[in-house]
């Protein structure tokens, strides 16, 4: 029994003095990010808001995705004619914004990299708004729709007057 327990302590004296004398790793000073990432400043920090706010209301045009670490808005290629002509071209952008980093842009084959580390924060609780608005503007119109379209609206009525007496 005293072997095996001297075993152990000679064990656990080996690999704390094996841990004690190894260097541990330094956190990088520098990372990609400092050399990718532009930091923001107010103008870019209010033209970001605005257009987040304004892309948000465009919710069931544009595909989005949130999760705990990002905010991803996207629109495919679509087609719409240029403002200084008649030609048509494809169009195409994707902003991500990143919780504690920035947010990066991608419209056309063009990049842009902003730090901005409370944007997410900041503009989580709006979108959840903006959402929670047009899923109860769209529930209604949907109700009058499928009230209307398959003649349920009268009985409705009807039964809506009767609950009132």
């Avoid at 304004?54 to 595909?63: A, F, G, M, T």
């Avoid at 842009?112 to 503007?137: G, H, R, S």
């Amino acid at each position: 029994m005293k072997n095996k327990k001297l075993i152990r302590l000679i064990k656990e004296s080996v690999r704390e003095a094996y841990y004690e004398t190894v260097p541990v790793k330094s956190e990088a000073k520098l990372s990609s990010n400092d050399f990718n990432f532009t930091d923001s400043t107010e103008e870019t920090k209010q033209k970001i808001r605005n257009l987040i706010v304004r892309l948000v209301q465009k919710r069931d045009d544009i595909e989005h995705n949130i999760n705990d670490y990002t905010i991803s808005l996207q629109a495919s290629e679509r087609k719409m004619y240029s403002n200084n002509s008649n030609n048509l071209h494809k169009t195409y952008f994707h902003l991500e914004v990143i919780k504690e980093v920035g947010y990066n842009i991608n419209c056309n084959g063009r990049r842009v990299l902003i730090k901005d580390e409370t944007l997410y924060d900041e503009m989580l609780p709006q979108i959840k708004e903006a959402f929670d608005t047009i899923n109860l503007e769209n529930f209604n119109e949907l109700y009058s729709s499928i009230m209307k379209d398959n003649g349920l609206s009268r009985d409705s009525n009807l039964d809506e007057l009767l609950a009132e007496f």
